[in-house]
């Protein structure tokens, strides 16, 4: 079974407006860290927001925020205010474990379009 | 400025031959880590480090391995390219602790094998 699955397709938003990413993760374990990552065109990797597990708030950075659903084991990236800038590919990805075997594992990624 | 390093962003190599993909961080971070990425893949973990001259196998080890001689370098191996290991390989890096700590990437080297 995939641990992050993100099975939107490409998503279009228009510029200025909310648009949200779905994520839902699988793990058996109480410990665990979710994050998500924006890659541009340009191809770097861009960290966004981190949720822990254990977090009672939703995480937010400006203008993304993470709702966080522990019992529906969702983890969906929300940006307000979409901008132009914003186009790119989203990953969700969840670290499972500690120290030595913690790893990061990562969805397939959503295609975000913000039209003007 | 944190950073992570791929020695080359575009390599173009011959079936069979060996290739060395090299990354380097200058921060200090005892874990590093290769990712491949393909289209509709997403990334996926070839290798992970915690320690110099530790690895451990991620999800896709076949065809692959690593060295670690000193913290600040992570090297993957191709021993025997093949033309499916074409794609985009991203190295990252990590310090240690709990969770919560993120990775930072380098900016990916893209390995096409003819």
Not at chain 1, 12 to 25: G, W
Not at chain 1, 36 to 64: C, H, V
Not at chain 2, 1 to 29: A, I, N, P
Request: aromatic share 12%.
């Amino acid at each position: 079974a995939q641990k992050i699955t993100q099975t939107q397709p490409g998503m279009f938003v228009q510029e200025k407006e909310a648009v949200t990413l779905d994520c839902t993760y699988d793990t058996s374990d109480q410990s665990y860290g979710l994050f998500w990552y924006k890659q541009p065109s340009s191809g770097e990797m861009i960290f966004l927001i981190y949720q822990g597990s254990y977090d009672e708030q939703n995480a937010t950075e400006g203008r993304y925020s993470l709702n966080f659903q522990k019992a529906r084991k969702s983890a969906n990236l929300v940006i307000s205010a979409s901008q132009l800038g914003d186009s790119a590919m989203y990953f969700c990805a969840m670290r499972e474990g500690k120290g030595a075997n913690s790893k990061l594992t990562f969805g397939k990624g959503i295609t975000l379009s913000v039209r003007p | 400025d944190v950073k992570v390093t791929q020695s080359s962003r575009y390599l173009v190599k011959r079936t069979g031959e060996k290739v060395f993909l090299e990354c380097v961080q200058d921060m200090d971070h005892e874990n590093m880590f290769w990712y491949r990425q393909d289209p509709g893949l997403g990334l996926r973990l070839i290798y992970f480090s915690y320690d110099v001259k530790m690895k451990e196998k991620g999800d896709i080890p076949e065809g692959y391995s690593v060295s670690r001689e000193k913290k600040e370098r992570f090297s993957l191996i191709l021993e025997s390219a093949s033309t499916n290991q074409t794609s985009m390989y991203l190295c990252a890096s990590s310090g240690p602790g709990p969770l919560s700590g993120e990775l930072f990437f380098g900016e990916g080297s893209r390995l096409t094998v003819l």
